[in-house]
């Protein structure tokens, strides 16, 4: 069960982000295809926005894609490192503040200022705890229009499989032959987050989901993730929750990566844009 302090340690201090994230979106090509192909297709709703958030950007995979789709874009993340690293990368960007929190506070957000919060492939590793705080303060900061979507852990759903995981002996041999057996991997997924508990935290809120799509991550049966959407009551997006299990999710890595070689290749972009740039 990872805790804030395990985070903080993994990826502050482990992960080298020598790729500065792109190492997690090769399964679909690259983080561009990723992007375009997956993302980008689930928010464009909502977006170009005045204001947006983004949790854990990490070496800033998404802001590089979000920093374009509004006037001003706050990151906000657990690890110094990160947010360092992302002023780097940014430096010649004039639009994007940046704070280091506690893992749980978005006080340094002024209320009613977020016009899109977002944050993909980080939350999944944060505890019930973490999202309850966040899904609580978010319900002060969203203006009344705004909207959320958060990638997030739906491992809980599967805690039977998990509890006779654990009852596997203490032996790494053992608890891997374990694991294969029963076919099931965690891939650091918080295992106190669920979908339906994800919903009552946000009604419990005022910010009732308005949609929620369960996918599989690398394995093909099980869907221990979940893309959620939720807004405020009073918003023009506020609706019936809209429900959808899609074991297709990871599948469709494979098509994704194979367009990725035909429409969405980085080295080619960038190379693009330089020679585009040096024209008289």
């Not at 739906?154 to 002996?169: E, F, M, Q, R």
């Amino acid at each position: 069960m990872p805790s804030i302090e395990d985070n903080l340690a993994l990826w502050n201090d482990k992960a080298n982000w020598r790729q500065e994230g792109d190492e997690w979106s090769i399964e679909f090509g690259n983080t561009d295809a990723l992007w375009s192909f997956v993302v980008f297709p689930r928010i464009h709703r909502f977006v170009p926005a005045k204001r947006i958030l983004e949790i854990a950007p990490g070496y800033g995979r998404w802001t590089q894609y979000l920093h374009q789709l509004c006037d001003s874009l706050v990151v906000v993340d657990l690890s110094p490192a990160c947010i360092e690293g992302c002023r780097t990368r940014f430096s010649n960007v004039s639009n994007i503040t940046y704070h280091v929190n506690d893992g749980t506070s978005l006080e340094m957000v002024p209320d009613t200022s977020i016009d899109f919060a977002f944050s993909f492939d980080s939350l999944v590793h944060a505890e019930q705890d973490v999202i309850r705080a966040y899904i609580g303060q978010l319900a002060r900061k969203l203006t009344p229009d705004g909207v959320a979507f958060l990638h997030h852990s739906n491992l809980g759903a599967y805690s039977k499989t998990i509890s006779v995981l654990n009852w596997a002996p203490q032996s790494l041999y053992l608890r891997r032959i374990a694991t294969r057996l029963a076919g099931f991997r965690t891939y650091g997924r918080s295992p106190s987050v669920t979908a339906q508990l994800f919903r009552q935290i946000c009604e419990e809120s005022g910010v009732p989901c308005i949609s929620q799509e369960l996918i599989t991550w690398v394995q093909r049966q099980r869907m221990i993730d979940a893309l959620s959407v939720f807004a405020r009551r009073e918003s023009v997006w506020n609706r019936p929750i809209q429900l959808l299990s899609n074991p297709s999710f990871w599948p469709q890595a494979k098509t994704v990566r194979e367009l990725s070689r035909l429409y969405s290749t980085q080295v080619q972009r960038g190379a693009a844009r330089q020679a585009i740039a040096a024209r008289p």
